[in-house]
């Protein structure tokens, strides 16, 4: 199934967090907290003003991002668990430093 959010809604894909602490201790599913970062999935056209005109989202596909502990709507398409928001909800673009780009 494909799916296309509308106007300016965006899919995404939560990353899951570690599974240890720096210390080495294992985190139980019941203790840990849902990640606030994810992979955009999918992007809308946009959002309409007043004239009509669509104004496009700042994010793309492909993107990870940062949101709100309690952003979005949970859904589950093809098996996958996927958050919906809209792209106000998004605090920002996580991008790598040149020294990760190197190393990676």
């Given at each position: 199934?494909?799916?296309?959010?509308?106007?300016?809604?965006?899919?995404?894909?939560?990353i899951e967090g570690e599974e240890k602490t720096k210390g080495g201790i294992?985190?139980?599913?019941?203790?840990?907290?849902?990640?606030?970062?994810?992979?955009?999935?999918?992007?809308?056209?946009?959002?309409?003003?007043?004239?009509?005109?669509?104004?496009a989202l700042d994010v793309k596909a492909g993107d990870r991002v940062l949101?709100?502990?309690?952003?979005?709507?949970?859904?589950?398409?093809?098996?996958?668990?996927?958050?919906?928001?809209?792209?106000?909800?998004?605090?920002?673009?996580?991008?790598?430093?040149?020294?990760?780009?190197?190393?990676?």
């Amino acid at each position: 199934m494909k799916f296309r959010p509308l106007h300016d809604r965006v899919v995404v894909r939560r990353i899951e967090g570690e599974e240890k602490t720096k210390g080495g201790i294992i985190i139980p599913d019941t203790a840990k907290e849902k990640p606030q970062e994810g992979e955009v999935v999918a992007v809308g056209p946009g959002a309409r003003d007043e004239s009509g005109r669509v104004n496009a989202l700042d994010v793309k596909a492909g993107d990870r991002v940062l949101f709100g502990k309690w952003s979005g709507t949970e859904v589950k398409i093809d098996g996958q668990d996927l958050l919906i928001m809209k792209e106000s909800d998004i605090m920002g673009v996580v991008e790598a430093s040149e020294s990760f780009k190197q190393a990676a």
